[in-house]
């Protein structure tokens, strides 16, 4: 895999997290990418349960891309 078709392939896997076309605006993709912080930020949930690992793992994996 060349780089152009990796980094073509991570833009690909970035608009599927964020559920969003790849024709997608500038401001649609911040404003769904605020949308998702917001709703999976850990510091809602409380320290130690489940909901708080689940939101943990979401937010890094929006962060990461």
């Known amino acids: 895999m060349s780089i152009a078709e990796y980094q073509l392939s991570e833009l690909k896997h970035a608009y599927q997290i964020l559920a969003l076309p790849l024709t997608a605006s ?19 949930y409380v320290n130690g349960t489940s909901d708080h690992a689940e939101a943990t793992r979401l937010k890094k994996m929006v962060d990461d891309k």
């Open 26 to 44: 500038v401001p649609g993709i911040k404003q769904t990418y605020r949308k998702l912080n917001k709703r999976w930020h850990p510091d809602l």
